[in-house]
């Protein structure tokens, strides 16, 4: 069975930083393209960043870029999320999941707060 | 990029249908046959029931239909179920690897 496991959020300050890993099972991550999608309180989702399976292309949402950095490690088959300069905005729960036409896998998520 | 507009709230009895809407813009909904959607419970993953427009996967009953005019998709629900009752969301391609995802629509099965 296909496991997406995300890890690696927690309580931070504003303008600290973080990073969220993603452990993939039964699942190969490189030979797709895989996002990051996170969901504040009480709103609906919002895509935050993807990398595609060779890693070179790489996108990220307007409301993180040149603060968030995704990346892979194709031999310990994870994605990960290295979040600085957070904001209280970026309160959110962050899912990671690939893309094949649609999201497919899903992790369960982990809760990231920006709170002083 | 804007979300895409869908209806905060719907309901129906069980039995009915129900359509949800998603508007985007040419940009996004009106350029890409790659409107999916998203049934969400609280505290679980989002779960895919329509891919490009109207497609659904292996495993998602035949009551869900999708369908895409100009910038305006809608997701349709047939013979309403207690367990439809959770939040729906839209997402489409809205190029150079962005995606852009709706507000959200709670479904609520009266």
């Known amino acids: 069975e296909v496991q997406l496991v995300e890890s690696g959020g927690g309580l931070v300050k504003p303008g600290g930083s973080l990073r969220l890993s993603c452990a993939a099972s039964?699942?190969?991550?490189?030979?797709?393209?895989m996002n990051w999608v996170r969901q504040a309180p009480g709103k609906g989702l919002e895509w935050v960043s993807s990398?595609?399976?060779?890693?070179?292309?790489?996108y990220y949402a307007d409301s993180v870029k040149g603060r968030f950095t995704i990346s892979r490690d194709s031999a310990k088959n994870s994605l990960y999320l290295q979040m600085n300069s957070l904001r209280a905005e970026d309160t959110a729960v962050y899912y990671c999941?690939?893309?094949?036409?649609?999201?497919?896998?899903w992790g369960q998520g982990t809760l990231v707060t920006v709170s002083s | 990029q804007s979300a895409l507009a869908q209806p905060a709230a719907v309901s129906g009895s069980p039995g009915q249908s129900v359509t949800i809407s998603c508007t985007g813009t040419s940009s996004d909904v009106g350029s890409y046959n790659l409107v999916s959607w998203y049934q969400k419970h609280p505290g679980k993953a989002p779960k895919v029931m329509i891919y490009e427009g109207s497609k659904r996967p292996s495993g998602v009953s035949n009551r869900f239909s999708g369908s895409k005019s100009g910038n305006t998709a809608s997701l349709t629900i047939s013979g309403l179920q207690a367990e439809d009752e959770a939040d729906y969301y839209c997402c489409s391609y809205a190029g150079s690897s962005n995606f852009v995802f709706g507000g959200g629509t709670k479904l609520t099965v009266l």
């Open positions: 999941a690939n893309y094949g036409y649609y999201f497919d896998y």
């Open positions: 039964e699942f190969t991550l490189s030979s797709y393209s």
């Open positions: 990398i595609s399976g060779s890693s070179s292309d790489i």
